[in-house]
């Protein structure tokens, strides 16, 4: 019978021994998920007295390969930054209670423990769990926090009882580590038509980011696998917040903020390569994965020569692409930054009603970064990716 496509269900799970097959832990919502194992075609070409090119077809080494279209879900997002960029470093969230209750409207909450200014926050749970952004703080236990809200009126949607929840933001940076363990991971597919096929080894080859004030920030994963086993019947629970949005974007280059950026492209690569060696089996011994490469386009209002003078001049400055949630949905966020950026093109486009430019960057190693490229990544996920 013919199969629905949006049945198709796609799990994902860290692997704690490589190429050990891990039941999915998180499932992917995705756009896409292309996937395939890909088998060497080795032919016999000999000659044997006949009129025939091929005279014999043989499966050669196998492996398969991934490539999967996700929407940037801030929960989600960590899983593909861990898999390629590196170790996830993880500063914890504040996790304490309302000292005495709050009501609708309230522009102000106590707390036992203090949360610094500038923190999102998410206060009580269920029905009446909502987001809020801390703007002061004063008192000394209990606390008084200046909050606004996502309310009407600039605070608090709800009121809330004495001892309820309020936890603020995790953060989450990826930077580079050569002496890491890399990260490999398990997909578990159904492809709707009874087959439950698990791929073990899942190690990154590339990661595209591309921000579009038009559109939803996208993500796009390239990896690399073992062919796919047979394996138990997956039944997937979906994340339930919002993702990141294109008009979310804020940018920073040339030493200031800027708001000429139309759309921005980061792709993060390392070269893999499935080995196949003497152990006498037709998958790969090991999928090794190489060095990292970080590589942006950038779209951009020409109303000024601030944007081109990085590349003519040669001009190396921090370059950061940051998006924040309002308050309503969390004020998660994701920035990605190359602190040593080489813009080696700028191209004015005369194509359009008004005047703009394309360039071209790369990330150059630092210490800041401890690499090319480094992201943060603040939600409401305390354990590390």
């Not at 021994?17 to 292309?34: E, G, H, Q, R, S």
């Not at 703080?137 to 605070?155: I, N």
Request: aromatic share 8%; hydrophobic share 35%; charged share 15%.
């Amino acid at each position: 019978m013919t199969q629905l496509s949006r049945l198709a269900k796609l799990g994902w799970a860290k692997e704690s021994v490589v190429a050990t097959y891990v039941t999915p832990t998180i499932y992917l919502p995705f756009l896409k998920a292309d996937h395939e194992d890909v088998y060497a075609e080795l032919k016999d070409e000999s000659y044997r007295n006949n009129d025939s090119v091929l005279q014999g077809m043989y499966q050669g080494p196998v492996n398969a390969t991934w490539d999967i279209d996700m929407l940037a879900y801030p929960d989600l997002t960590g899983h593909f930054l861990r898999s390629i960029i590196g170790p996830d470093t993880v500063t914890a969230a504040t996790s304490t209670t309302l000292s005495a209750s709050s009501s609708i409207g309230a522009t102000s909450i106590s707390t036992a423990a203090s949360i610094a200014a500038n923190t999102y926050v998410s206060i009580d749970t269920a029905g009446v769990q909502e987001y809020a952004k801390v703007t002061a703080v004063s008192g000394s236990g209990p606390y008084s926090l200046t909050v606004t809200g996502a309310g009407t009126t600039g605070g608090l949607q709800f009121a809330h009882s004495s001892a309820a929840a309020v936890v603020s933001t995790t953060t989450h940076t990826f930077k580079q580590n050569p002496t890491a363990a890399k990260a490999t991971y398990s997909l578990t597919v159904d492809d709707t038509a009874g087959n439950v096929l698990g791929y073990t080894a899942c190690t990154a080859s590339d990661l595209q980011i591309k921000i579009d004030p038009k559109a939803i920030v996208s993500l796009n994963l390239k990896m690399v696998s073992n062919p796919g086993a047979t394996q138990s019947t997956i039944t997937p629970t979906y994340t339930t917040v919002a993702p990141n949005l294109g008009w979310e974007w804020t940018m920073t280059n040339a030493g200031g903020s800027s708001d000429r950026g139309l759309t921005f492209d980061c792709t993060v690569k390392r070269a893999v390569d499935p080995i196949h060696a003497s152990n006498g089996v037709q998958s790969p011994r090991e999928i090794f994965q190489g060095a990292l490469e970080a590589d942006g386009t950038y779209k951009a209002l020409f109303s000024n020569n601030t944007d081109l003078n990085l590349y003519l001049n040669y001009t190396q400055t921090p370059t950061t692409s940051t998006v924040t949630q309002p308050i309503a949905q969390g004020g998660m966020s994701l920035a990605l930054t190359l602190s040593k950026s080489g813009w080696f093109k700028g191209k004015r486009d005369y194509g359009g009603s008004y005047v703009m430019a394309d360039f071209s960057l790369s990330g150059i190693w630092n210490s800041t970064d401890s690499g090319s490229v480094s992201a943060v990544l603040n939600n409401y996920q305390t354990a590390s990716y």
